[in-house]
């Protein structure tokens, strides 16, 4: 008996399934676009109980901070930027500042 010779039904979906996971596979992208890696817009938001003086000695905060920055800033954003540099900030002196403001 001779061999057959070309592709069989198993060979062919092998070499489909082959060919198909090379298609599926992400490719490098080359582009120029960044992708942003905080989107909050899925998060749960997060409320901040504060006194009405303290309010407003937030707001002032934010306002003199928007003049220097030239920009919009938001509790949020404050937040996040004291998160940011919460390896730099003295413990003590926050913990302090904590006690005074309660």
Known sequence: MSKLQ???????????????????????????????RNVTTGAKPVSIRLSENNQADLNLWLQSLELEMGKKVTAAKLVRGIIHMRDDIDKEALINAINVAN
Do not use: H, M, N, Y
Request: hydrophobic share 25%; aromatic share 0%; charged share 40%.
């Open 6 to 36: 070309g592709a069989s039904s198993l060979g062919r979906r092998r070499q489909k399934k082959k060919e198909q996971q090379e298609i599926d596979q992400p490719k490098a992208k080359i582009t120029t676009v960044a992708t942003k």
